[in-house]
Nanobody, 122 residues
Framework: QVQLVESGGGLVQAGGSLRLSCAAS????????MGWFRQGPGKEREFVAA????????YYADSVTGRFNISRDNIKKTVYLKMNSLKPEDTAVYYC???????????????WGQGTLVTVSS
């Protein structure tokens, strides 16, 4: 059974940093592209960042470009999201997801984690 388990969320002040982790129990983890998505209060889920199977290609939502960095460790079967210069509008539940296809399509993801809450105070 495939599981994606996010961790690292919490409360942080504006301007601060957090690193989210997503541990995957996927046998062929390196065969999956990975992404981070988020859903803020009263908002629809939106794309945040994506990384391809080998980690050689990444792309980001405009709202986080230059502040967030996605990376992966295929040996540890873990994907990370380093978030810097956090803003109150980054407050959301952050989800990691896996897909065989890249670039990612939010509606085409194969597996989703349960989410981790990030709260940014002003």
């Amino acid at each position: 059974q495939v599981q994606l388990v996010e961790s690292g969320g919490g409360l942080v002040q504006a301007g601060g940093s957090l690193r989210l982790s997503c541990a995957a129990s996927i046998r062929s983890f390196s065969g999956y592209a990975m992404g981070w998505f988020r859903q803020g209060p009263g908002k629809e889920r939106e794309f945040v960042a994506a990384i391809n199977w080998s980690g050689t290609s990444t792309y980001y939502a405009d709202s986080v470009t230059g502040r967030f960095n996605i990376s992966r460790d295929n040996i540890k079967k873990t994907v990370y999201l380093k978030m810097n210069s956090l803003k109150p509008e980054d407050t959301a539940v952050y989800y990691c997801a896996a897909a065989e296809a890249y670039p990612l399509s939010m509606h085409g993801m194969d597996y989703w984690g349960q989410g981790t809450l990030v709260t940014v105070s002003s």
